[in-house]
Nanobody, 124 residues
Framework: QVQLVESGGGLVQAGGSLRLSCAAS????????MGWFRQAPGKEREFVAT????????YYADSVKGRFIISRDNAKNTVYLQMNSLKPEDTAVYYC?????????????????WGQGTQVTVSS
């Protein structure tokens, strides 16, 4: 069983930055690919970014490419999402997820474990 706990959400003005963290309670963290997803009010959950087990490969949704950076620290069992140049349309609950296949995927169905989410609100 993997427990994921997100932190770092909050209220920020448009153009600002936030860094989300997701701490995993598992000894074999490096065995998992990790992803970030988000769900805005009234919308379905959507893919944001993913990173493979080593951190050497990443993939982003077009809507965040060039503004968000996903990274991981396997020594700390933590994955991060650095969000820059935030826009009001980035407002959502952000979830981290773990994929036991260790590759990386934009498909929600590939992920085995999910955190509870952290709210990000971007004001205009």
């Amino acid at each position: 069983q993997v427990q994921l706990v997100e932190s770092g959400g909050g209220l920020v003005q448009a153009g600002g930055s936030l860094r989300l963290s997701c701490a995993a309670s598992v000894r074999t963290f490096r065995s998992y690919a990790m992803g970030w997803f988000r769900q805005a009010p009234g919308k379905e959950r959507e893919f944001v970014a993913t990173v493979n087990w080593s951190g050497g490969r990443t993939y982003y949704a077009d809507s965040v490419k060039g503004r968000f950076i996903i990274s991981r620290d396997n020594a700390k069992n933590t994955v991060y999402l650095q969000m820059n140049s935030l826009k009001p349309e980035d407002t959502a609950v952000y979830y981290c997820a773990a994929d036991s296949s260790s590759s990386y995927s934009a498909s929600e169905g590939e992920y085995d474990y999910w955190g509870q989410g952290t709210q990000v609100t971007v004001s205009s």
